[in-house]
């Protein structure tokens, strides 16, 4: 299977703890993705990636939060000090490298999603 | 500021019906892509059809078409002749094309379809 693949695919945590979510990409896309969707939601973005380079870190996204991409390949997201309102999926996503700056397709495959829980 | 605007929460069509789901969007960029993915009850998310500003043509992907109405910044996805497998929750999305946002999909609250037999 070369779809984006994404582990766990839950964690229940206590809160203060951290956790980190992985994301293996498809592996021909240089774009990865993070977003977290609460139940009901759309998915808000979280970070994006540019092979090993974090390109946009969203401004709702707490010192809590970071996520890095060491070798432009997977991505980890670690969550610290968890709380309650962390409680969400975290979905990962990859897309196809472009070829300039005009509108493609380009569209986003998404990952199944971390879901995590924080009692 | 929101940048996508779904403003129906839910909706009931009956099978082999045609469902019309409103998507309004926000931007002041010439150039942007817009999307719509469905999200069943199993999660995952799951792209359908795409259109881009300058494209002159409405999209159409099978039995999904996007009505495109540019100056009313308006992109409703057209399900024709629905089945009980479109029942899934629907998202429009948009991708902006400009330095500072190069890449970053924004996504609406989504719209609950449920299918009837």
């Known amino acids: 299977d070369t779809g984006v693949s994404q582990d766990p695919r839950h964690k229940i945590t206590k809160r203060g703890q951290n956790v980190t979510f992985r994301c293996d990409p498809i592996?021909?896309?240089?774009?990865l993705y993070w977003y977290r969707q609460t139940l009901g939601q759309g998915p808000e973005f979280l970070t994006y990636f540019q092979n090993e380079a974090q390109l946009e870190k969203s401004r709702l996204l707490s010192d809590r939060f970071s996520a890095e991409r060491p070798k432009g390949s997977f991505s980890t997201l670690e969550i610290q000090r968890t709380e309650q309102g962390d409680s969400a999926m975290y979905l990962c996503a990859s897309s196809s490298p472009e070829g300039g700056r005009t509108p493609s397709s380009g569209e986003l495959f998404f990952g199944e999603g971390s879901r995590l829980t924080v009692l | 500021a929101q940048k996508i605007t779904q403003t129906q929460p839910g909706m009931f069509v009956q099978e082999k019906e045609a469902v019309t789901l409103d998507c309004t969007y926000d931007t002041s960029d010439p150039s942007y892509g817009l999307f719509w993915y469905k999200q069943p009850s199993s999660g995952e998310m799951i792209f359908l059809i795409y259109q881009g500003s300058y494209d002159q043509q409405n999209a159409t992907e099978g039995r999904y078409s996007l009505n495109f109405q540019k100056a009313r910044k308006s992109a409703n996805l057209v399900i024709s002749a629905s089945q009980l497998g479109d029942s899934a929750m629907y998202f429009c999305a948009m991708r902006e094309i400009r330095t500072d946002s190069w890449g970053k999909f924004q996504f609406g609250a989504g719209t609950q379809v449920v299918v009837t037999p």
């Open positions: 592996s021909e896309h240089n774009r």
